[in-house]
């Protein structure tokens, strides 16, 4: 797919659109002329050199990469429409489309019938699981791990619901023996599980967790965020080395959150949250005097906290699902390629004079540290900060890179002999969220490893 073609393309149906409404004027208050627009739009060109290269596989830092060029042309053909998937009227097209993503994505999750919509971010998703939450155990706090994202916390605070962190085991999981107190206490009404931590990429035993929630009567909400697309891992009998059980308990609980802008191949704005029961539903009622009046359905503002949201976001993950469909042999190809290279890339750290490999990885974060002398909590630190600095300023062969911050007690348990000479150490992490890391692998890790010798 060439944007050069099919960009302009986005133009042409707006234009076929439009003709069928008789010409108009623009107005004069926001006219714009080429000859002003050009040096300004050069400027603008400019101030994007100051950027990353996430597109690249020398960019193996933070969970980021470049949206699908299905889904830059379906979101800018939609944009120019600008339709708005608060309610059908805004945009009876697009809000059909995010009916049939949010399908797709049940399917993925193991929820065929579930309720859901997108949203603007997984943050805004897990806010709505987390109100929903609150709403279903009125007065009953949520458990999460110490491990889980940050805006569980926040969330809880703005819902005004107490949060209650569950240590983790020596792999950054939630600790199961940990929470039972809790959940026997009938202090907590919702346990959050994470699969796919955004730090190390742990995946929480859903499995396990599920079961002795439901004897206490406590709802599970899983957060995949990060980590959602490797169900197409998890649900097929070729599971490319994922552990298969906390995939497949998924599809039970109570609620769950996936970001098509992370694995997805999506531009930023697109979250999704799901809900097994439909009935959750009934906790979004109000009314809008100044919408809701074309469609017998329900419109997807119904059933969320957002009011406007961008149905340029339901036409790219649309377009984008239409060529790489969500199962094992679509979108899971991608998913079986950054596993595999983490898989292999671990074995190359652990195999390496030069670094160490932080602990295993469970989906495609790997994280790992210089094999500092002394091998103290001071010298990784110190040794992590300057592999990150210098694979980035690099003026040639640069590599990006980015670092987890691990307290002594973690850093000590995957690693008991070194020194803790202070109070914590940052260690490098790499998201191998593009499959084109399976490719360039080789090329990474010599980089690395010239970096980290001297
Ligand atoms: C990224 C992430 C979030 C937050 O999602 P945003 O889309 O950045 O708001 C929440 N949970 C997990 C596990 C994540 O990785």
Redesign the pocket.
């Known amino acids: 797919m060439d944007l050069r073609y099919w960009l302009p393309r986005a133009v042409e149906v707006i234009e076929r659109f439009g003709e069928r409404f008789g010409p108009y004027e623009p107005h004069p208050s926001h006219r714009v002329g080429d000859a002003d627009f050009a040096p300004v739009f050069e400027r603008f060109a400019k101030r994007l050199d100051d950027n990353y290269p996430f597109f690249h596989p020398r960019y193996a830092g933070q969970m980021v990469k470049p949206p699908h060029p299905a889904a830059v042309v379906g979101y800018t053909t939609a944009m120019l429409f600008n339709p708005n998937n608060h309610a059908a009227e805004g945009g009876p097209a697009t809000t059909e489309m995010e009916r049939e993503c949010v399908t797709a994505l049940g399917g993925m999750l193991g929820m065929p019938a579930a309720l859901g919509h997108l949203t603007t971010?997984?943050?805004m998703a897990?806010l709505e699981a987390l109100y929903v939450a609150r709403e279903s155990h009125p007065g009953r706090g949520v458990a999460y791990s110490t491990e889980c994202?940050y805006?569980h916390e926040r969330m809880c605070h703005v819902l005004g619901m107490e949060g209650y962190p569950v240590p983790v085991d020596a792999h950054g999981r939630i600790d199961p023996g940990a929470l039972e107190p809790l959940l026997a206490s009938g202090r907590v009404g919702t346990v959050v599980l994470?699969t796919?931590?955004?730090g190390l990429g742990a995946v929480d035993p859903v499995h396990e967790v599920l079961p002795r929630a439901r004897r206490h009567g406590v709802r599970v909400h899983v957060?995949a965020?990060?980590g959602g697309f490797y169900a197409l891992l998890g649900l097929s009998d070729e599971p490319e080395g994922v552990d298969v059980r906390p995939w497949r308990a998924v599809g039970a609980c109570d609620s769950v959150v996936v970001?098509p802008?992370?694995h997805g191949l999506q531009p930023y704005g697109c979250?999704a949250v799901l809900f097994n029961d439909p009935r959750a539903g009934r906790h979004f009622a109000h009314d809008s005097p100044y919408t809701y009046f074309t469609d017998a359905e329900l419109h997807l503002g119904e059933i969320s906290l957002e009011c406007s949201r961008a149905g340029a976001a339901a036409a790219g993950l649309w377009l984008t699902l239409q060529l790489l469909p969500l199962t094992r042999d679509g979108f899971g190809r991608m998913l079986a390629a950054s596993r595999r290279a983490a898989v292999r890339f671990a074995g190359l750290l652990a195999g390496s004079e030069a670094l160490e490999l932080y602990q295993r990885p469970d989906l495609d974060i790997v994280t790992y540290v210089p094999a500092a002398r002394p091998w103290s909590l001071s010298a990784v630190d110190a040794a992590s900060e300057r592999l990150l600095r210098e694979g980035m300023h690099a003026s040639e062969d640069p590599v990006f890179l980015s670092v987890l911050r691990a307290d002594a007690d973690a850093f000590a348990r995957r690693h008991p002999g070194i020194v803790r000479d202070a109070g914590a150490a940052r260690v490098m992490r790499s998201v191998l969220i593009k499959p084109e890391a399976e490719l360039y692998l080789d090329r990474l890790h010599a980089r690395i490893e010239q970096l980290a010798t001297r």
């Open positions: 971010s997984g943050t897990n994202h805006t994470t796919g931590t955004t957060d965020a990060y970001d802008h992370k979250g």
